[in-house]
């Protein structure tokens, strides 16, 4: 099956992409002063996906037990670098993968540290390998979804849906002030490394809002695929 990766200038939520990658904290609770990519889906949708999510999340944490770093203000719902997918009629029946992609400081030591933004509420950040992990774990739970679904003796939701496409958007740049050249290049890199293994995905998209932001990522981006 051939792969496509593209480097696109939009809006997340009107791309063709048929699911979104959306990182998320371990609480599972919308905040109005959230922005990015959570602010673009909250106003398209309203709080309907934010729910589904809390109410998966609330179940695996139930099962597994809650997120306790030392630190944190609260109890969380799932791990760093694990997540959920929900679908529903909202968005264009696209599906959504929550990915809790920030770290803890009461979990580990951030790479780079002087060079971190750390959130002093509860000690969470988003550093490179954040990034890695969080790409990665985003890729490998849409395959899994993917073929899951696929079986035949699985008897899935009317909701539930396959889906060959996967976008994400620039991890990290807006609450954790991650530099779009780490944010960037992270996600690139990880998503070359790890798209052949992943049968179910044709296309694996990463979007820019500014114009400026895009270009900047374009040279990034073509600096590693030309390697």
């Known amino acids: 099956m051939k792969k496509v990766f593209e480097l696109v200038k939009g809006n997340i939520i009107t791309h063709d992409s048929k699911s979104i990658v959306v990182p998320y904290k371990t609480y599972f609770h919308y905040d109005e002063g959230f922005s990015g990519v959570l602010d673009t889906i909250f106003n398209a949708s309203g709080d ?62 951030p790479e780079n540290t002087d060079k971190v933004y750390i959130d002093n509420d509860d000690g969470s950040y988003i550093d490179a390998k954040s990034i890695r992990e969080t790409v990665k774990s985003a890729l490998s739970l849409a395959e899994e979804h993917n073929l899951r679904l696929a079986d035949k003796n699985y008897r899935r939701l009317p909701s539930e849906r396959i889906f060959d496409s996967v976008i994400f958007s620039a991890i990290g ?55």
């Not at 529903?88 to 400081?105: A, C, E, Q, R």
């Not at 690139?188 to 114009?211: A, D, G, Q, R």
């Open 48 to 109: 309907l996906p934010f729910s589904d999510a809390r109410e998966k999340a609330e179940e695996i944490a139930y099962k597994h037990g809650y997120v306790k770093y030392p630190g944190m203000r609260e109890n969380g719902s799932i791990y760093p670098y694990n997540g959920i997918i929900v679908s529903g009629d909202y968005l264009n029946k696209k599906s959504l993968i929550f990915i809790v992609s920030n770290d803890f400081t009461g979990n580990r030591k």
């Open 173 to 227: 740049t807006n609450q954790y002030k991650v530099p779009l050249d780490v944010s960037v290049r992270n996600i690139v890199k990880t998503v070359k490394e790890n798209i052949l293994e992943k049968k179910s995905l044709k296309k694996v998209s990463l979007i820019l809002h500014s114009e400026n932001k895009y270009l900047q990522a374009m040279e990034i981006v073509k600096s590693i695929m030309e390697k």
